[in-house]
């Protein structure tokens, strides 16, 4: 089923029935369980099939686990898990690692830096339920890079990737675009906002559509089509953008500008040699529509939320603006300042080791009992010097993806993949599939004819 849905001659057919499947969704939560697993089921003896470039398990782990977004909005549990981006991830990452895909070492440092602090837990509260939401992440960040690292793909393959990365993505777009009442009557406030989310959690929307206009910004700049007409394409960079935007969540959308602008800096080093692979050389033409259209869909947002929308991105609120509260960095990033100096604190008061997996929400003096928001100080809260490590070997990684043997052409889309799936730890921690998916991604190698790698 994977080779109908990436090589039907008529890719709008694909494209339109995700569209459909997300508003289906809105109605009834069995269509897209039953599309999951008959999907599950048809692709199944891929999960044994080995092939040395574009590998089918890897496709298969990329589009199965990219439905966790619509499958939490439309409400699937416990048939699709609401953590499937979890559960399922770390089970295929297994399976491919068994069958010998493990290449990545910085990956298996990674896990074993995890291991100490499951051994230890000095608030006495901790559950297995806790172990689970705040590892699971961290784990499959460490699962993904150790599984990915040095894989090859085509040129062609990777693109195939990149589509089915924003085919479920497209559905829940749908899903939330046909959910949302009248913007007219929708009262924009200098909050979140759930009525253009589908109701559903903003961060996680505006996450995965920040995600979505990274992704279809680098089709539509690479010609290749995801809808089949390249109308609808740029279309879709415009209403990713718009709908993140509306959200007035704004961590997911600044690392999808982030990621694009990552692109972009990269794309002006690409080779000779990338040159004649593709049409890189047309993509001026297409690069200036392309950002237009995104200051377009920012202009209408904040057009459309009466100036709101800007007012949000500068860091203000309603008592900042009536000027009962002060504009701090803690305002800024919603309380994550504070809770990062918090679990900061907790080195300081419980020593070196930390205070063990899943604790800290139990100890800190500030924001008790608030899950964690920003992994880094997780990491070091929790985990202690081995998190400190962990945060270094990522350090590594970055440097290790920019020294690649690929062509700057694929490397802009790699270390863009890296930085968003990091930076997303900022404001979301490791809550969603998008940083381990991203993250072990950015590790692949992008080959041309029977193997060689895209070099510089």
Not at 16 to 36: D, Q, R, T, Y
Not at 368 to 380: F, P, Q
């Amino acid at each position: 089923m994977v080779k109908s849905l990436l090589y039907h001659k008529k890719p709008f057919f694909w494209f339109l029935f995700h569209i459909g499947l997300g508003v289906v969704s809105a109605f009834s939560p069995f269509p897209l369980i039953a599309f999951f697993y008959a999907f599950l089921l048809l692709s199944s003896p891929l999960l044994f099939k080995k092939q040395p470039v574009d590998a089918p398990l890897s496709y298969l782990i990329v589009y199965l686990s990219s439905f966790e977004l619509i499958a939490r909005m439309a409400q699937t549990s416990p048939f699709i898990p609401y953590e499937l981006g979890k559960y399922l991830l770390m089970a295929l990452l297994i399976l491919g690692i068994l069958k010998g895909s493990n290449k990545g070492i910085i990956g298996l440092v990674l896990l074993l830096l995890l291991v100490p602090a499951l051994f230890y837990d000095l608030s006495g509260q901790v559950r297995e339920v806790d172990i689970r939401f705040n590892l699971f992440g961290a784990f499959n960040v460490g699962l993904a890079i150790w599984y990915f690292s040095k894989q090859k793909f085509t040129p062609q393959g990777f693109h195939q990737i990149i589509i089915l990365l924003t085919l479920p993505l497209v559905s829940a777009l749908a899903f939330t675009v046909f959910k949302t009442p009248d913007l007219d009557s929708i009262e924009f406030t200098l909050g979140a906002n759930f009525d253009t989310t589908g109701g559903f959690g903003s961060n996680q929307v505006a996450t995965a559509f920040g995600l979505g206009m990274l992704l279809s910004f680098y089709l539509w700049l690479n010609q290749v089509s995801i809808a089949g007409k390249r109308w609808i394409d740029l279309f879709l960079v415009m209403l990713f953008t718009f709908q993140g935007l509306l959200s007035f969540s704004r961590g997911g959308m600044i690392g999808g500008a982030i990621g694009i602008a990552v692109i972009l800096f990269f794309m002006t080093k690409v080779s000779k040699k990338s040159l004649a692979h593709i049409q890189f050389r047309k993509a001026q033409k297409y690069f200036l529509p392309a950002l237009l259209f995104l200051g377009l869909s920012v202009v209408i947002a904040n057009t459309v939320t009466g100036g709101n929308l800007l007012l949000r991105y500068q860091g203000e609120t309603a008592g900042t603006l009536s000027g009962n509260k002060e504009k701090t960095l803690n305002t800024l990033t919603t309380n994550r300042f504070d809770i990062f100096l918090s679990d900061l604190e907790l080195i300081e008061d419980f020593g070196f080791l930390g205070v063990g997996a899943g604790a800290s929400r139990y100890l800190r003096k500030e924001h008790n009992g608030v899950v964690a928001h920003v992994e880094i100080s997780r990491l070091i809260a929790e985990h202690g010097i081995f998190g400190i490590f962990f945060i270094v070997v990522v350090i590594v990684l970055f440097f290790k993806v920019y020294k690649s043997p690929n062509d700057n052409l694929y490397k802009s889309i790699l270390l863009a993949f890296l930085v968003v799936g990091w930076y997303t730890t900022f404001h979301a921690a490791t809550r969603t599939y998008i940083t381990p998916l991203l993250m072990g991604l950015s590790t692949i190698y992008i080959v041309y004819g029977q193997g060689t790698v895209s070099r510089k």
